[in-house]
């Protein structure tokens, strides 16, 4: 398995703000993924972060919103930009340390309430 | 677009009970299935995983998979209020192996 630790575990951010949220690894991954989970809802991938590339985005997530940056093999970072209360979900941090086919693990998650 | 099917549930067994979860997926190709325990406020633990036609026992926990039907389940033997929880399937399409498509969840609950 891999040890995930993701801050802040929870926040609050007015309208028209942005939410930077980090995560780190305890081993080097090629690949972190971030995915988001709305009120009551299952898991969405927002966009694959490769180390030395620009991330991945998933259909109707854009970097201008969603910007990420992954600057080495354990540590990825989130930027919820020009935050609206649509954004106000939870948001994940993942890894998949053995294979990309095989298991993945998630961060502790961050809360965003955005008022 | 490729699905992950699940019913929502509740489903409520009571203690000691088997609580059969089931989940369908429409990429005939996919390779790997996950399912994972999601309790209220927390993020996803992994429970199994399953990556070939059958069963696969982990403690109280049996997976199991038929790609024929497209269909994986989760069986949870000797149910206890403690597995009260959102439980998440997830599948890894062929053409996009490092992917994982969820599905909606079903939430369980073990009356005491």
């Known amino acids: 398995s891999a040890v995930i630790s993701q801050k802040p575990s929870r926040d609050i951010c007015q309208r028209g703000t942005s939410l930077t949220i980090q995560c780190q690894v305890d081993s080097q991954v090629t690949m972190m993924f971030w995915y988001r989970q709305q009120p009551g809802q299952s898991l969405t991938l927002i966009a694959t972060a490769n180390q030395g590339s620009e991330a991945t985005y998933e259909s109707g997530f854009v970097i201008d919103k969603f910007p990420i940056s992954r600057p080495n093999l354990t540590f990825s970072t989130l930027t919820v930009s020009n935050l609206s209360p649509e954004d106000s979900s939870i948001y994940l941090c993942?890894?998949?340390?053995?294979?990309?086919?095989?298991?993945?693990?998630f961060g502790q998650g961050t809360r965003l309430t955005v008022v | 677009q490729k699905e992950v099917e699940q019913n929502s549930g509740p489903l409520s067994v009571p203690e000691g009970a088997i609580a059969s979860l089931n989940c369908t997926y429409s990429d005939r190709v996919s390779q790997s299935f996950f399912w994972y325990r999601q309790y209220s406020g927390k993020s996803p633990e992994l429970i199994m995983s399953?990556?070939?036609?059958g069963d696969k026992e982990d403690g109280r926990f049996t997976a199991q998979l038929n790609k024929a039907s497209q269909y994986v389940s989760l069986l949870i033997r000797d149910s206890q209020p403690s597995d009260s929880a959102t439980y998440l399937c997830a599948v890894n399409p062929m053409d996009s192996s490092y992917k994982l498509i969820f599905g909606s969840g079903t939430r369980l609950l073990v009356r005491p």
């Open positions: 399953i990556y070939s036609n």
């Open positions: 993942s890894v998949r340390p053995r294979t990309p086919e095989t298991e993945a693990f």
